[in-house]
C-alpha cells in the first residue's frame, strides 16, 4: 500500500515551454501533497506544500508564478513548470502526507527528471 | 530556521566494517526519518524516529535518536555492497496541524562499500 506515483518520469523540453508534471497517490487519500525539488548531488529542497483544494504554500525562493501548483483531488496534485529554462533543469520529487495515528508520513513518488535544453 | 547536518558527507568503507553516520538539528523537532536513495532514484522510508530513545534495527541498519542532544544516528553493522548509497536524515517540524508535516533534509551521506 501507499503508493504514489509521477508522470513523467523523464521529460525534456526547450527553453521557453511549459511542462506539467503530476503526482497521483494511488491506494490512499492524502490529506497534504508535497513538491520537493533536488539538483545533482544535492538535497531535497521543499518547494511547496499543497492541500486539496486550496491554494498552495510556497517556499520562500521559490516563485509561485513560475511553479504553478493545481491540487484537485486527494489522489492528484500537478506541477507545471511554465517558462522553463536551463536551470531549471533538476530531478522534481513528490510526496503524498497522510496521518496514520500518532504518526504523520509521506510517501514519496519515484521523482521527475526535467532537463530543459 | 531549522538546520539539518550530516556527518560524514562522504563514506567510504570496506565490506564487512563498521559505521555511524550522524544527524545534527538544531531545534526541537516532532519527529525523525532516515531515507535511502540509489542513484537515479527517488527516495526509499528507512526508519521512522518518534521519540527520545527510540532505537530501530532493519537487517545491518540500526537508526537511533536522542532528543535532548538533537541527534540521531544510522549504525551500520558488517557493511555489505548492495548498502552502497545516499542516506539522508530528514527532521520533522510539525508545522501546522492541517498540514502534518514539514520535512527539512541533511545534505545526504553518499555511502560507498567496497568488496
Known amino acids: 500500500g501507499a503508493v504514489v506515483s509521477q508522470h513523467p518520469s523523464r521529460v525534456i523540453c526547450k527553453s521557453g515551454t511549459s511542462v506539467k508534471i503530476e503526482c497521483r497517490s494511488l491506494?490512499?487519500?492524502?490529506?497534504?501533497m508535497f513538491w520537493y525539488r533536488q539538483f545533482p548531488k544535492q538535497s531535497l529542497m521543499l518547494m511547496a506544500t499543497?492541500?486539496?483544494?486550496?491554494?498552495?504554500?510556497?517556499e520562500q525562493g521559490v516563485e509561485k508564478d513560475k511553479f504553478l501548483i493545481n491540487h484537485a483531488s486527494l489522489t492528484l496534485s500537478t506541477l507545471t513548470v511554465t517558462s522553463a529554462h536551463p536551470e531549471d533543469s533538476s530531478f522534481y520529487i513528490c510526496?503524498?502526507?497522510?496521518?496514520?495515528?500518532?504518526?504523520?508520513?509521506?510517501?514519496f513518488g519515484p521523482g521527475t527528471r526535467l532537463t530543459v535544453t | 530556521e531549522l538546520k539539518v547536518e550530516q556527518n560524514p558527507l562522504f563514506l567510504s568503507m570496506q565490506e564487512g566494517k563498521n559505521y555511524t553516520i550522524y544527524c545534527n538539528y538544531s531545534?526541537?523537532?516532532?519527529?525523525l526519518y532516515w531515507y535511502r536513495q540509489d542513484p537515479g532514484k527517488s527516495l526509499e522510508s528507512l526508519f521512522v524516529?518518534?521519540?527520545?530513545?527510540a532505537v530501530k534495527q532493519e537487517g545491518r541498519l540500526m537508526a537511533s535518536l536522542d532528543t535532548k542532544a538533537r541527534l540521531s544516528t544510522l549504525h551500520i553493522t558488517a557493511a555489505v555492497h548492495d548498502l552502497s548509497a545516499t542516506y539522508f536524515c530528514?527532521?520533522?517540524?510539525?508545522?501546522?496541524?492541517?498540514?502534518?508535516?514539514?520535512?527539512?533534509f541533511g545534505e545526504g551521506t553518499q555511502l560507498t562499500v567496497n568488496p
Open positions: 491506494d490512499f487519500q492524502a490529506t497534504t
Open positions: 499543497s492541500n486539496e483544494g486550496s491554494k498552495a504554500t510556497y
Open positions: 510526496s503524498a502526507g497522510v496521518e496514520r495515528g500518532i504518526r504523520y508520513e509521506q510517501y
Open positions: 524516529l518518534l521519540s527520545n530513545g
Open positions: 531545534t526541537t523537532s516532532d519527529r
Open positions: 530528514a527532521v520533522d517540524m510539525l508545522w501546522l496541524r492541517t498540514s502534518g508535516s514539514r520535512l527539512t
